[in-house]
């Protein structure tokens, strides 16, 4: 994958969505890293009503670094392998097998499963950033 950050779309955010955010304000300028608050996320939405210009410029200062073996890694998941010739990733937690693929026909993929006898596809599909899997983890109720 070339680019480690997307500017993420307005429907993405919600509380404790990981993000940096660009400022532009005098001595504070740079990108520092943030989770969405309610009061945060409330703004957006308001804003959103009229799709102001003020929105789109704000979220254009706001970036999401793509899901990587490291955010994987951080929610409790063990690296174990990744396959001769690819960039698919293995990982496990207790019964739950996770393989990702960072650049799978140029999107985020991932799957889980339950492992045993028959294994259980829980999710296949796009995951891009550590919030959505963060989210899905807890759908699924994989602590």
Do not use: A
């Amino acid at each position: 994958m070339k680019n480690k950050y997307y500017t993420p779309e307005i429907e993405e955010f919600h509380v404790g969505f990981e993000c940096e955010i660009q400022s532009s304000w005098g001595m504070q300028k740079g990108i520092y890293p943030s989770i969405l608050r309610e009061d945060t996320l409330t703004g957006f939405q308001l804003q959103k009503i009229g799709e102001t210009e003020t929105l789109k410029k704000v979220i254009s200062g706001i970036r999401v670094k793509y899901l990587d073996k490291k955010d994987i890694e951080s929610l409790g998941f063990s690296y174990y392998k990744t396959h001769p010739g690819m960039e698919q990733m293995e990982f496990d937690k207790g019964e739950y097998e996770l393989t990702y693929d960072p650049n799978f026909k140029g999107k985020q993929w991932l799957r889980i499963n339950l492992e045993g006898e028959g294994d259980v596809t829980l999710f296949s599909g796009s995951i891009k950033n550590k919030s959505e899997l963060k989210k899905l983890l807890k759908q699924l109720n994989i602590k």
